[in-house]
């Protein structure tokens, strides 16, 4: 049987920046398009150009991507202009983009209430706003907001709105359950009559989370032959967020009929990366992972109870609904891990360290990780640390320095002008191949300050280190309040522009920050092959 | 048109118990089981007695409850031993309850490979324990372990299963979806066959969220005549959690077709209350929230574009599925970049802070704000610091205190025994209110250092702040590198258990952390209205 295509279209760097406490910085925004694009989905929808400084640079050139279509969003034009008289559609067309979404009501409550025109006014400007996305670039969508609760209330006028897209030539017309309120078997049955006027291979849908059925609402959508998904990693988003597109591309791959009758550009390769992609996310943006995500989240495939766990080791189909690896997840019963080796073998062959599957220094290796992992330790994205440790259990890494002592101090104080000054000072003392260095300097904090203080003087292996510099640092504090323990990611640089990341952890942040600048330049020396 | 009855069975205090990182003491399930019959749940399984010593003490007496009825977990009798000689079984009978809830499998393969017994055995063990249950307590009910994938795979032992138990007097018969991998539309379409030999009165459904749709599934079952919901209070459950009873109850007494066609026990007054009973249990568990919880979690309704505010304020119904006041939420229009004067308005009037609109103070605050969030602060999680800034802007705040100096030392040495040390000590010199004050501490990190030396003396307002502690630190390095600034935020609580979020931005991460704790104290002092 032919399979129909299916297009993700990921609006994370777009609604998912409507999520609390999130915010992307274009340097973000241009990190997480590349992740998109590697997984897999069809269209990006980065920003919104106009809207702010950093949307209006990310839309200034077309990224490289290997296959997606970047998409410029915005909203159709305000009633009672026209199109070349309303700077903020103009701002979105003279973006640099593959193609336009722009959004306009379909609801005859929300011209009347919100934007208080009349619905031929508001019909106009889509066939006009359109019209124009589609001269400009070939491609343009129709986000029609608030779809379903104004189909529910005035189904002409709805069907009218999402028709005056497309017989403008819109791509895809987007049915958006904007509040969030719209129920399964409702957008099911909304789907099937919209779709006697509008071809289910050019409409969308566009759900949210407020009832705990965005995934459900898609999947409904998909039944009823939509043949667009917008969603967001993680599901991210305003309010309850967006349908997860995490929860979505793994049950579209793996689960019927969607296996079956669709075809989705997320590859098996891909889909094993999916977990990786969502925990790379969080980093990015510091926020915690949800451990019970479904598919990618760290208890996924948790078992706790010792009945399921007999069960699960003898088969582990008994108590999964799919086999974990499959998203690049692993399963893990938590009486004994027996997953644990093979996640640390993987790592091992990945790091391109050799070994001997028999060897007990391999198992020993697997139980350090465990009680650092217990302790707060996440090797996951500190894989310079993980590769620093598997070499010094296994075999051998070189005592390149070893630091003696060190001191860092911040005063704040005022100056003569009566303002707060704040200044910080480390002492480092470093004992390299027998040499004892002392080394000191200033820096805009005492991390910053310890870090200068350590790469200034390390001796023979000096020359190693000099193109180095921190590029990223991240702190965590775990477990909350008084019992906290800190957990530091350090991302460094060299001069060849490798980056790679170390990671610390300790009941004092110093300590912590101390333990990933210490591995991060021995990991340099490791790799440059200094000489012990 | 008169509505039937659906019933609500939480199973937070026994299948909830598996979820990792979660225990629960007696304790706590007495108090749990309280909120529950308070709340309005018709069954309350409180656990497995005989499994573990809680639960066996919980089941040593019958808790006394305005309604729910006592439930207590456990499986059917082993294959190859009969109801008197299991003492597993026996001691689950011995309970002290007023129902029971016998787990049995329901698919061939399991009875094959997990129980390695044979179907006739797996029946005989049903109608056996089902009888003796029904005996003991008049109230007994049958979990069909993996009935849908045990339906697909064999449907007439499935059923079969089902069917010994009604036939052998069970009150209710519960579907389980126990890998939580079956999708809603079989949901559907295998009760509706179920239905046909057992009534929907007497059905129950058990799903689990692995791929996002517990709730999905769990309306499903009812849209196809199930009268029985089994969930948890905020999803908690093992792996991805059961189905969430604060996204069900509200769904069902909220939305159409389910607020006309059923009834359940949960007042609209109890409906009020969901919030807090939400968040009660998440601060029993000592677990963070999820803030993006249908209905429950603090962003439900949070508005955080300009556009939608402003259509907010209008009317609230233009961006909001439900009154949020129904659960006991709220609404918020957050203030952020994207934001613009109408969310700094709805963002004042949340404060409780008095404004006139045509007040040019309103406008320097507008300003200062993108000014500071241009440089890193970012005040949609931090409200508290908000509050202290538009009341500085448009009045006055007491000076409660100044620093004149602080100075923190972090020093690392070998200690005795030649391992590493690492202490942070910090001195901080105070004014208040005329009164020059010197307090030093130590702390496991400078900021913590710095905090306690802080708190320690602050003269006059000392009783104010005695009850304060930091329960959340949070840093994040905005532009990377070296031209880095650092933004902290830092949550508090008091010893009412009020919560409040600040923040501070600089080069330097002890300055920043430093601004967001006095920014602390003072919210602190202006909240109690500590005098000037």
């Excluded at 009941?507 to 020396?525: G, P, R």
Aim: proline fraction near 3%.
């Amino acid at each position: 049987m032919s399979r129909e295509r299916l297009y993700l279209f990921d609006t994370t760097l777009r609604d998912g920046a409507q999520t609390q406490g999130v915010g992307f910085s274009l340097h973000d925004k241009r990190i997480i398009a590349q992740m998109l694009d590697e997984l897999g989905v069809d269209y990006i929808e980065g920003g919104y150009p106009g809207a702010n400084p950093a949307d209006s640079e990310f839309f200034s050139e077309r990224p490289k991507f290997s296959h997606a279509k970047f998409v410029a969003f915005g909203m159709v034009r305000r009633s009672g202009r026209s199109v070349s008289n309303d700077p903020g559609l103009a701002a979105v067309l003279a973006a640099k983009t593959d193609a336009f979404c722009l959004v306009a009501k379909a609801s005859a409550y929300q011209v009347r209430v919100a934007l208080e025109t009349t619905n031929e006014e508001n019909l106009a400007a889509i066939r006009d706003s359109i019209s124009a996305a589609v001269a400009k670039s070939g491609t343009a969508m129709l986000d029609c907001e608030h779809f379903f609760d104004g189909y529910k209330e005035d189904p002409a006028f709805a069907l009218a709105c999402a028709k005056a897209a497309y017989e403008s030539g819109a791509r895809w017309v987007v049915l958006c359950d904007t509040n969030g309120g719209t129920l399964p078997h409702e957008v099911e049955a909304i789907v099937g009559e919209v779709t006697k006027h509008i071809p289910g291979s050019h409409l969308g849908i566009h759900a949210h989370d407020d009832t705990g059925q965005g995934v459900a609402n898609s999947l409904a959508a998909v039944r009823a032959g939509v043949r667009q998904i917008q969603g967001t990693l993680n599901g991210l988003g305003e309010r309850c967020g967006n349908a997860n597109l995490c929860s979505l591309i793994p049950t579209l791959k793996l689960k019927k009929p969607f296996c079956d009758t669709l075809e989705i550009n997320v590859t098996d390769a891909k889909l094993a990366t999916l977990t990786q992609v969502s925990r790379a996310l969080d980093e990015i943006l510091n926020r915690a992972p949800n451990k019970h995500a479904p598919y990618v989240g760290e208890s996924a495939f948790v078992t706790k109870t010792g009945i399921h766990a007999s069960a699960v080791l003898k088969d582990p189909h008994t108590y999964e609904h799919i086999v974990p690896e499959l998203v690049g997840n692993h399963r893990q019963v938590l009486v004994s891990d027996q997953a644990g080796r093979s996640n640390v073998l993987a790592a091992l062959e990945r790091a391109g360290i050799a070994f001997d599957k028999s060897d007990p220094k391999v198992t020993r290796l697997v139980e350090e990780m465990k009680e650092r992992e217990a302790g707060g330790y996440s090797y996951e994205s500190a894989e310079a640390s993980f590769e620093l440790l598997a070499r010094r259990t296994l075999g051998h890494v070189p005592d390149y320095f070893r630091v003696l002592q060190f001191d860092v101090n911040v005063e704040q104080r005022t100056n003569g002008q009566g303002r707060p000054n704040t200044v910080a000072l480390a002492v480092v003392k470093v004992d390299v191949a027998g040499e004892v260095l002392i080394s000191a300097a200033e820096g805009n904090g005492p991390v910053n300050a310890l870090d200068v203080a350590l790469r200034k003087d390390i001796g023979k292996y000096q020359s190693y280190i000099d193109g180095l510099k921190l590029v990223d640092y991240r702190v965590r504090i775990l477990n909350g309040g008084t019992e906290a323990v800190t957990r530091v990611l350090v991302e460094s640089e060299d001069e060849n522009g490798a980056r790679w990341t170390t990671i610390g952890v300790s009941s004092n942040v110093i300590d912590a920050s101390f333990q990933a600048l210490m591995d991060s330049l021995t990991y340099k020396l490791v790799k440059a092959g200094a000489p012990a």
